[in-house]
């Protein structure tokens, strides 16, 4: 209910220092996936910020309830959610959410690197990042 759990992944050929891996989890609050994830779960994210202000992992974690409502605006804005070195310092990620064709959120499709590289092509990856989580939303059903 309140931590993202990644099922899969695709490990790159120079970056194994990722937290997040299969069978590990992370809570909403931090990292690509599980922002994502909040921002598009079908739960209230009142409730879930009834607990902030949440321990930080970095000094980049968004850790308060006005932070987190900003970012899942930002989320739902723009389609993606950036995690700049808010899990580990060093490492960013991008995540996009998994939704149904009748609207249900189903997961979240993420991807992450060296933080200053996901920033010079931030753009770039989006754009291929949110390709890719269509593709995988209309194979579900």
Do not use: Q
Request: hydrophobic share 45%.
């Amino acid at each position: 209910a309140d931590r993202a759990i990644c099922i899969d992944w695709s490990p790159g050929r120079a970056l194994s220092v990722l937290a997040l891996k299969p069978g590990r989890t992370l809570p909403l609050y931090a990292g690509a996936a599980g922002r994502v994830t909040l921002a598009y779960r079908p739960e209230p994210l009142e409730d879930y910020l009834l607990a902030a202000p949440f321990p930080p992992l970095t000094d980049h974690t968004l850790a308060t309830a006005r932070e987190l409502r900003a970012d899942v605006e930002a989320i739902t804005s723009r389609g993606y959610s950036v995690s700049d070195e808010d899990v580990t310092l060093g490492i960013g990620a991008l995540g996009a959410p998994l939704i149904s064709r009748n609207g249900m959120f189903l997961g979240a499709l993420s991807l992450a690197g060296l933080a200053e590289d996901l920033r010079v092509r931030r753009a770039e990856l989006s754009a291929d990042l949110l390709a890719c989580a269509d593709e995988l939303s209309a194979s579900t059903d």
